[in-house]
Nanobody
Framework: VQLQASGGGLMQAGASLRLSCTGSGRTLSNYIVGWFRQAPGKEREFVAAITVGGERTNYAEFVKGRSSISRDNAKTMVYLQMNSLKPEDTAVYYC?????????????????WGQGTQVTVSS
């Protein structure tokens, strides 16, 4: 499955944005999808993940309460809504996919990756 993340941009602190991940090739609806991010000079880190049916989600502590991951399998899209953006949210955001049932949080558990989308939050 080929993935493409979009929706990033330059934002003010406190703003909201919605990132989108679209899949092509094999249907994205068969995969668990996760969002990760990588800030300059830092390791890529887990942000959120969602099961195939959307019934279970998992979030990193730093986005809990201000982010929501969702999916529309009919459109083979997965979204990451982020609210109350902070300068420390500045990073390249990637979506990734894996088969299975577990909402893994490490990069090596995901088999497919898209090109990221840059999110920059100014104070």
């Amino acid at each position: 499955v080929q993935l493409q993340a979009s929706g990033g941009g330059l934002m003010q602190a406190g703003a909201s944005l919605r990132l989108s991940c679209t899949g092509s090739g094999r249907t994205l609806s068969n995969y668990i999808v996760g969002w990760f991010r990588q800030a300059p000079g830092k390791e890529r880190e887990f942000v959120a993940a969602i099961t195939v049916g959307g019934e279970r989600t998992n979030y990193a502590e730093f986005v809990k309460g201000r982010s929501s991951i969702s999916r529309d399998n009919a459109k083979t899209m997965v979204y990451l809504q982020m609210n109350s953006l902070k300068p420390e949210d500045t990073a390249v955001y990637y979506c990734a996919a894996r088969l299975g049932t577990l909402l893994q949080t490490t990069t090596n558990e995901y088999d497919f990756w898209g090109q990221g989308t840059q999110v920059t939050v100014s104070s």
